[in-house]
């Protein structure tokens, strides 16, 4: 089932910081990272995995390759269902459970 997919403005700032962060170092780098992080998540509107998020109500999934967590949930919508992407969350971070990493 294709489900459309919507990214918050929380995941794109996570996006965005990530690609300011590797590009300081490697221009290069930082924009193929960026472009694995979308792709890892455009494959969840047709096949969404990932384990129980430490958010109630999120699914987290791991990208391969990268040291970066994708956390989203599946949110019903009019025409269906959607696929909302709350956070992109390197793994060094600190995650307690219940909450999203702090600033």
Do not use: C, N
């Not at 459309?4 to 965005?16: E, N, Q, T, V």
């Not at 970066?68 to 060094?92: F, K, Q």
């Amino acid at each position: 089932m294709t489900r459309p997919l919507f990214w918050s403005r929380d995941a794109l700032d996570d996006l965005k910081q990530q690609l300011t962060h590797i590009a300081a170092d490697d221009p290069v780098a930082a924009q193929h990272v960026v472009d694995r992080l979308r792709a890892a998540a455009a494959r969840l509107e047709d096949f969404a995995t990932g384990r129980p998020g430490r958010v109630p109500g999120t699914y987290e999934k791991s990208v391969t390759g990268l040291p970066y967590v994708i956390a989203y949930a599946i949110v019903p919508h009019d025409s269906g269902e959607i696929i909302a992407i709350l956070r992109v969350i390197h793994t060094a971070r600190d995650w307690p459970d219940g909450a999203w990493p702090a600033g």
